[in-house]
């Protein structure tokens, strides 16, 4: 092949990705409760140790081009569309103004909003930090998100404390931060109380989102599981309006199945909002689109939401990678993404209604002879056959996800 000059290449990438077919139309996309995050699209590739490989993009190009794709939510950080310094001023409200306009021209609405609470130098010592006022200055960002979501019509509050940890162990006392982090989370839900009471709207489900690790050498709640313990430890006043926001990356960096976490999050009540997106075991934050690495495992997942009636938020936390471009991002990155999770969503109903899974299911709960007995080796005997169905089962999935229930074939 000969080199393709620059001119020609975006015209290459769109003849490929016409190529590969298969993709839905906005009105389809728009049928899903997929919410696009403003930092996901605007994410430069910035990351530690590299330059950014993109240029800057705002939320009126976000917001136009997700209306454009299908993508009907929008989530973003209070610091994605405003500056620091101008949060809870006249400046902000400004900009909130010209957000509602914007979601408002592209039919897009506004579904969560979240504080970020890592970036900034402000947060080198944590959100809970020793210093009252840093803690107060948290209270007062948390408080003001709770304000614009509010404003801009949103359902939920997400919280990644970030950098609730450290470095240096025993420079903190553990008990104390987490006290101090749940006054932050109390001042919110006090005032969420509030607002939704002046504005006769519902109050905001506020939801915790967990990360192993990154930005903090330790973190004091790392996965989903020590967050919902957080949540009923007695520290917060509002439990009832706290719930959790796990990412599917998030479990697997620490070496976790995300479906038996998630599948606790269900059993607690407390699976409300779910940040989706791929990568690989044991490793650091890749943000990778979902189904990129673990096609079956999604599958899985998605399974087991639809069959407990989850119906989203599913808010595409990932990062479109450095080698795509701008116009990558909106021509590829996003619709290839959002029609991955709709084919897994749809696989899943397969899955569920699989006249093949049903039975081998229906089989396992009825269990072998039964034997009245607690003889241990009469019931092992009585299920010997029976159990083979669990790989059965194993297979059946892999033969959905390639398609082969419907006749898909390959020769030998
Ligand atoms: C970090 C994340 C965050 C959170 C976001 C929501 C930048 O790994 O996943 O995305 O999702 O801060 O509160
Ligand atoms: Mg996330
Ligand atoms: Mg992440």
Known sequence: MKPVPVRQQQALVDRLMKACGGSYGPETRRKYFISGPQ???????????????????????????????????????????????????????????????????????????????????????????????????????????????????????????????????????????????????????????????????????????????????????????????????????????????????????????????????????????????????LKHDVDIAIGLVNPLDWLNVLVLLRSHGYKGPFNLDYKPPRTTSNQGVFSVSFPTAVDRFITLWEMAGDVISDPVMKEAIGALKAGGDQSESHDADAIAAAHRELLTLHELIGHRMFQILIGAHRGRTYSA
């Open 39 to 281: 930092w996901a699209a605007a994410y430069q590739g910035q990351a530690l140790f590299h330059a950014p490989t993109r240029q800057p993009v705002g939320f009126e190009d976000v917001i136009r081009e997700y209306a454009r794709i299908g993508i009907g939510y929008w989530t973003t950080h209070d610091s994605d569309v405003l500056p620091t310094d101008a949060m809870g001023k006249d400046q902000q409200w400004e900009v909130v103004d010209l957000i509602k306009k914007s979601l408002k021209t592209h039919g897009l609405s506004c579904s969560m909003v979240t504080t970020e609470t890592f970036f900034h130098a402000v947060w080198a010592a944590s959100p809970a930090a020793e210093s009252p006022q840093v803690r107060e200055y948290a209270a007062f960002r948390v408080k003001n998100t709770v304000d614009i979501g509010h404003e801009l019509g949103a359902q939920f509050a997400v919280y990644w404390p970030g950098s609730l940890g450290y470095y240096t162990q025993g420079a903190v006392e553990e008990t104390e931060t987490l006290r101090w982090y749940a006054e932050a989370l109390n001042a919110a839900c006090k005032r969420d109380i509030a607002v939704a009471k002046k504005k006769k709207r519902a109050t905001l489900k506020h939801c915790l989102e967990a990360k192993p690790f990154e930005p903090q050498a330790e973190i004091l709640l790392p996965t989903s599981d020590a967050m919902l313990a957080f949540i009923s430890s007695g520290l917060l006043t509002h439990p009832e309006m706290v719930g959790l926001n796990p990412e599917y990356l998030h479990e697997l960096m620490w070496g976790g199945a995300p479906r038996a976490a998630l599948a606790r999050a269900l059993v607690a009540g407390k699976l409300w909002h779910f940040d989706i997106n791929d990568g690989y075991r």
